[in-house]
């Protein structure tokens, strides 16, 4: 058995719990937003406000202000002013308001979380000036938290607050370490990372030596912006309603300044308050979808705004590597090692370097970062980074060939040389086809395998067809050339999209036999019946029995077509340059004859209907065609999607239709031209000019 509690242990136990249970009251009047009982309960305390209520060492006011009940905060600093400090030290009430609890945030910290206390955070200063410098445990001030949490008005009060402190002086140092923690990231990294570009803009127009300033990772805020492609309206995919919706939204102005704010425009006024507070109101009252839309597309607007800003400030693309390939064309395999793959060996780098925003917004498909950057310095197309890629090669092996077409249509002189670049391992441009992109898979990409494999057959063509010719054989570093290299990396995709389509042949070939099962017994079940002496349909004459009849046989007709065209598939040796053309055309015709297939029965069904209640009103027939399409109709969109997708063979068969016949007409390419070998056609006496063969990019 325990001994009894001493009567000063027992007085202890019954301190603690009472103490416990003011705490737990008042922890819950907080929760409850219960200001009265708050304030009532810390007149019972002997810190009062300061009490540290929290296991995580957090005051009563910490509380408070992290709650952003701002009139509660004005409250408990002004009963922490009518509180008697102990006789011991007259300061102790203001060293008790820069406490800090377990991870070193002050009520200045917490304060900056939020816009509505700004007039709270001049009275913690006032009463505590050190607050505005103290850090919490990741080296982070209340300005750093400002900027963090987006909080505007918050930013430029404090912001204020520090340049009234190093209006006089000199010491930059000093002043650049309250917008950086201790990792080396800035308010302008914070910012755009946590995507308040508004606030970014504004940091960045004020403070534009943060601009070049790099983060533990060595990234600048450009850099992080370019890796950022849903920032952008056409860095991330969109589909072409949405982009509509966006493009007809307007939006309001967001309030920053362009040029540097003054120190009387820092404070936010109470007018300022109301005027948010009426706003977060008025919002309850939009339409939820159009008012996301319109937040999106004003972040769109604020992200392009802060780009145009960053791309005016680098340069970035400066710090190019040499030009010179460091592997010569090569079509054997004979000799010894390039200098490329000797380099390979001996370089290993274990940090791996930020590229140049050039080369991060060509990754992430940021067109508009790419196309400001080479509007403003158009010698940046020639940028070679450490690997020895320039925006082609990027552009192709992260498959972003909007960047790839807009750099091939306005970049024609540079593109002469930049498609003959070969990177440190030895890859042309049309290697780059064949080598996948790491980490920048096409997530969220749920088209078949048989389609992005076409899709990739067809990029190779494309790539092909501008590749001077002496590229096509050339080996890399590792002895392959393109096409070899394109078929050992496509290998599982070529056997996921051949068990696919198999698949998917299979399906529809049981589908097709099923409906030409039925149109073949449906002509010999005539609606209606037949006469028992003549052996004639009774309903011969009547105009619907054709209707019936033809859609009937078209039905059967379509469907047995089908099946042959599905057999087709399924005994196709399917070669790999099958996948290009041959393969998807033959699915595409499959599934259109069985579209017309179901059209057809379900017109004969609809047609046998009215027959036998040819005598009801019209708009009964309109109901029963109107039923009769209803399962047409969503087996056709069912299969839009890949219709969508097929689409490209198609144009690429019409392309080659089109490359096969002379066209009449004249290029202003073809006159600047050196004049060629006449063409078989040309000798014949055909007044047309032939198509050139050849790219004029070529040299």
């Known amino acids: 058995h325990l001994p009894p509690p001493t009567p000063r242990a027992a007085l202890s136990l019954s301190l603690m719990a009472s103490t416990a249970n003011i705490d737990a009251e008042l922890y819950g009047a907080l929760m409850n937003g219960d200001g009265n009982m708050v304030m009532e309960l810390c007149r019972r305390i002997p810190d ?9 060492d957090d005051t009563v006011l910490h509380m408070a202000t992290y709650s952003k009940q701002k009139d509660l905060v004005f409250q408990l600093l002004i009963m922490i002013r009518e509180l008697p400090p102990p006789d011991t030290d007259s300061d102790h009430l203001d060293k008790m308001l820069i406490h800090q609890n377990d991870i070193g945030n002050t009520v200045l910290h917490e304060a900056a979380t939020s816009n509505r206390i700004v007039p709270a955070a001049m009275e913690m200063l006032r009463r505590a000036p050190k607050l505005l410098s103290m850090r919490n445990e990741r080296g982070e001030t209340a300005l750093f938290r400002a900027a963090r949490y987006g909080k505007i008005h918050m930013f430029k009060y404090l912001d204020g607050e520090v340049n009234k402190i190093f209006a006089s002086e000199g010491r930059e140092e000093a002043r650049t370490d309250f917008y950086k923690r201790d990792d080396k990231t800035t308010v302008l990294h914070i910012s755009i990372l946590a995507e308040f570009f508004d606030l970014a803009f504004y940091i960045a127009s004020n403070h534009e030596y943060l601009v070049g300033e790099r983060d533990g990772d060595g990234m600048t805020a450009l850099q992080l912006l370019a890796c950022n492609p849903s920032a952008f309206k056409y860095g991330s995919k969109q589909r072409s309603l ?23 425009d820092t404070a936010v006024t109470e007018e300022e308050e109301e005027e948010d507070e009426e706003e977060e109101v008025q919002s309850c009252f939009r339409v939820p979808l159009w008012e996301a839309i319109r937040n999106r597309k004003k972040r769109y607007d604020s992200a392009w705004k802060l780009a145009q800003f960053l791309i005016s400030k680098d340069t970035s693309w400066e710090a190019t590597e040499s030009a010179m390939d460091k592997s010569k064309p090569k079509t054997h395999k004979y000799g010894g090692p390039s200098i490329a793959s000797q380099d390979q060996e001996i370089i290993s780098t274990p940090f791996k370097v930020a590229e140049t925003p050039l080369i991060l917004a060509t990754k992430s498909g940021i067109i508009q970062i790419v196309e400001e950057i080479l509007k403003r310095y158009p010698q940046a197309v020639e940028y070679v980074d450490g690997e020895g890629r320039n925006i082609l090669h990027v552009a192709i092996k992260y498959r972003q060939m909007h960047i790839f077409d807009f750099v091939a249509t306005t970049m024609e002189i540079p593109m002469m040389r930049l498609i003959r670049k070969t990177d440190n391992k030895g890859n042309s441009i049309l290697h780059m086809v064949g080598i996948k992109a790491d980490g920048h898979e096409a997530e969220e990409d749920m088209r078949s395998p048989a389609l992005l494999l076409q899709d990739d057959l067809l990029l190779f063509e494309h790539v092909k067809t501008i590749l001077e010719s002496h590229f096509i054989n050339h080996l890399n570093s590792e002895g392959h050339t393109a096409e070899k290299l394109f078929g050992d990396s496509k290998a599982q995709l070529r056997a996921d999209a051949k068990e696919w389509l198999h698949r998917t042949a299979e399906n529809c070939s049981i589908v097709a036999v099923l409906i030409a099962t039925v149109a073949f017994a449906a002509a010999y079940t005539v609606p209606g019946g037949s006469n028992e002496t003549t052996g004639y ?11 019936f009849t033809l859609t009937d046989v078209l039905s059967l007709t379509f469907a047995l077509t089908s099946v042959l065209v599905f057999l087709s598939i399924l005994t196709s040796p399917f070669r790999l340059k099958d996948f290009k053309q041959s393969l998807p055309q033959k699915l595409m015709l499959g599934v259109t004859l069985l579209i017309f297939s179901v059209s057809m029965m379900m017109l004969a069904f609809a047609a046998t209907i009215i027959l036998l209640i040819r005598n009801e009103e019209q708009w009964t027939k309109i109901a029963l065609y109107s039923a009769a399409f209803l399962p047409v109709t969503i087996f056709a969109f069912s299969y839009l999607p890949l219709y969508i997708s097929l689409m490209k063979t198609f144009k690429y068969f019409l392309n080659n239709i089109g490359e096969a016949f002379p066209r009449c007409c004249f290029h202003k390419s073809q006159a600047r031209s050196t004049p060629s070998i006449p063409t078989q056609s040309q000798a014949s006496g055909s007044t047309c000019t032939p198509t050139p063969q050849t790219n004029h990019y070529l040299v």
Do not use: M
């Not at 009062?48 to 995580?56: A, E, F, R, S, Y």
């Open 48 to 56: 009062g406000p300061l009490h540290i209520l929290t296991i995580h």
């Open 242 to 264: 949405e982009r509509l919706i966006i493009s007809c939204v307007t939006t309001e102005d967001t309030g920053v300044t362009e040029e540097g704010a003054s120190t009387e």
């Open 537 to 547: 349909p009774i309903l011969l004459n009547q105009p619907f029995f054709v209707v």
